[in-house]
């Protein structure tokens, strides 16, 4: 089942002084702590509800945990980095108490957040932002020596969710790609994840044809982070909902596996780790 592209062993990130081996994909579970993401919100903004559905994902086989203190859907709420700290509270130190091997990822644009969370145990920083919205991000990273998660984005906050049309999707991706990796590595940030940003101002055609391109996707240097649990790209030609797309969701994911992705992040882990077996068979 798999491809030449997908069995190469070209990857591994150092997480903490933790060798972590992409050879064979992860599963990346997502743990909103906002009030208003679109399929979550409020379920697990208090640190009990938190710690529990954290629990659940790594029972399903999730084996990094993406904390999110910040929606980013369209017309979400800003919350500053003061807000995105308090909504963290303790929960990444709780996580790392009771699931000492489950790496956790912030997802944060705030270099100030990253710091906060450093401290507090995480692995991997998770910025959909490339930088672009704290321009001490970067330097943050090289500080912390943590992997660095890196997203293709529009420039600014406000326009992240502007569609552009671009002539070709997959060459503005690897230019951004090559861009910014080029200025990551020369301050000394070498762990790098590229994530070309599904969900992110793109069309739904332009996300039909990143999903068909994924193998050319950043040109093989780094491991790729696919990101489609319950997007619009996917629901909406469907007219469903964001919660009734698991089995087109899962065809997406083998599709992506096959052409080399090396970590999913997800809502459904249970359905996503049966997908990764199945691949793996």
Do not use: W
Not at 97 to 116: A, G, H, M, N, R
Not at 237 to 244: A, F, N, R, V
């Amino acid at each position: 089942m798999q491809n030449h592209l997908s069995s190469i062993n070209f990857h591994s990130i150092n997480c903490n002084g933790r060798l972590v081996d992409l050879s064979s994909p992860k599963i990346m579970g997502i743990l909103n702590l906002t009030p208003d993401s679109f399929s979550d919100g409020g379920k697990f903004n208090n640190e009990k509800q938190a710690l529990q559905h954290a629990e659940k994902l790594i029972a399903e086989g999730a084996e990094i945990i993406d904390i999110g203190p910040q929606s980013t859907r369209p017309n979400a709420e800003f919350l500053s980095c003061e807000e995105e700290i308090k909504r963290i509270g303790n929960i990444i130190s709780q996580i790392k108490k009771e699931f000492p091997q489950t790496l956790i990822s912030l997802d944060t644009f705030y270099s100030e957040t990253v710091k906060f969370g450093f401290n507090e145990g995480i692995d991997i920083i998770n910025d959909i932002s490339g930088g672009y919205y704290d321009d001490k991000m970067f330097d943050t990273a090289a500080e912390t020596k943590l992997p660095y998660i890196l997203m293709h984005i529009n420039p600014s906050y406000e326009t992240m969710h502007e569609k552009i049309e671009y002539e070709d999707i997959i060459l503005s991706i690897n230019q951004y790609f090559s861009e910014k990796t080029n200025e990551l590595l020369e301050k000394g940030v070498t762990d790098i994840i590229l994530d070309p940003g599904f969900g992110f101002g793109k069309t739904i055609e332009d996300q039909m044809k990143m999903i068909d391109e994924v193998k050319y996707l950043g040109l093989g240097k780094f491991p790729l982070l696919i990101g489609i649990s319950r997007k619009s790209f996917i629901y909406k030609p469907l007219g469903k909902s964001p919660l009734e797309i698991n089995a087109e969701t899962q065809k997406l994911h083998l599709k992506v596996l096959q052409q080399g992705a090396k970590i999913l992040r997800v809502h459904d882990v249970a359905e996503t780790k049966k997908t990764i077996d199945d691949f793996l068979r």
